[in-house]
């Protein structure tokens, strides 16, 4: 049997953030990560994508990260800054581990995993959001014979070249995909309401802040200013400013059903294409936690900051603000690990 102090499922960024206030400490711990090699998500991520801020604004705790060739850091960047953040700091990381379940025993946690079983006193599920791809239910669309993929798998829009694309989903994802993609296919955009965008000169930095002032609201008890930006607005990332130049950036609206060859849109019209792309976001990656029977439908487990509140011994970083304030970046999770491991340090010691 394989036992740690603390065992944190996962190796992204919010894996190596926690690692990184660990190995300050005596504990014995260990990253069980079902990826092969470093970089989390970001290796499943289309080749375009990028981050939304400046490098020295998308950072994890400790070290800021190179300076990118464009404005933003690109995929490759990320992953190479990631890989290069863990050897640095000696983060230990055990890989192509896939934790199946976790159960409850008498002195913490067993795990059954591809690897056999671990305990541990402490657990730390930090597997974000990306293994969870959400598709909503559309009447009809299980007849569509043509494509239909997620965002999650999509790479490259090779495979659309003088196809017609329908892109579903509003948020970032369905901006920037529908951006790449329309340089080469016919395109329409779907979305639940009208999309809105953010000024040219916002990015994730100006966001974050943003996020920091209504965050400090909340927790005040004060109102919070309408002037300010609206998070859910889209960013004007470089290819979504090109396309917006293309005049692609228009929304048909929402759609009704699915046929075998196309869809109804809301106003009764029907239309035909050759592939479907849902850019319609993630439930929570916690399947390995279901046995512990806290996890509502989308995944979420309710927490005081990122201490479960059902189950003694489980912590949770990094899946969004209500396991932290902007702890699903890169330069917002180390305030969640930071405290973490603090709550950790102290829950260990009280049962000493």
Not at 83 to 109: L, T
Not at 291 to 296: A, Y
Not at 324 to 345: D, H, P, Q, W
């Amino acid at each position: 049997m394989k036992s740690y102090d603390v065992i944190i499922i996962g190796g992204g960024q919010s894996a190596l953030a926690c690692g990184y206030f660990l190995r300050r400490t005596d504990l014995n711990y260990i990253l069980l990560d079902d990826q092969g090699q470093p970089g989390g998500a970001w290796h499943h991520a289309w080749e375009s994508l990028t981050l939304f801020s400046p490098s020295q604004f998308s950072s994890l705790p400790g070290w800021l990260m190179p300076a990118s060739v464009e404005r933003f850091p690109s995929r490759s960047e990320t992953i190479e800054y990631l890989d290069a953040y863990e050897k640095k700091y000696q983060i230990p990381v055990k890989r192509s581990i896939k934790v199946i379940a976790v159960n409850k025993i008498d002195k913490g946690y067993n795990l059954q995993t591809s690897d056999g079983e671990y305990n541990a006193k402490v657990v730390i599920s930090a597997t974000g959001t990306w293994s969870a791809p959400f598709v909503p239910i559309v009447e009809g669309q299980k007849s569509f014979q043509g494509i239909q993929i997620h965002s999650s798998v999509y790479k490259k829009p090779d495979i659309f070249k003088d196809k017609k694309i329908l892109i579903i989903g509003g948020g970032n994802s369905g901006a920037q995909l529908l951006a790449e993609i329309s340089k080469i296919a016919q395109t329409e955009w779907s979305t639940l309401e009208n999309p809105t965008f953010l000024p040219d000169d916002v990015d994730g930095r100006v966001l974050f802040d943003t996020a920091t002032l209504m965050y400090n609201a909340q927790k005040e008890g004060k109102p919070i200013d309408p002037n300010l930006y609206n998070l859910s607005s889209i960013v004007m990332v470089p290819s979504v400013v090109e396309a917006r130049k293309r005049n692609v950036l228009n929304s048909k609206g929402h759609i009704n059903s699915i046929s075998s060859t196309g869809v109804q849109w809301e106003s009764g019209e029907t239309e035909k294409f050759d592939a479907i792309v849902w850019c319609t976001g993630f439930k929570y990656a916690t399947q390995h936690l279901a046995n512990l029977g806290i996890t509502d439908p989308n995944g979420r487990i309710e927490t005081t900051g990122t201490k479960a509140n059902a189950v003694s011994g489980l912590w949770l970083v990094g899946y969004g603000n209500w396991t932290g304030f902007a702890s699903a970046t890169l330069i917002g999770v180390g305030r969640s690990a930071k405290s973490t491991v603090n709550e950790i340090k102290e829950y260990l010691n009280d049962k000493e």
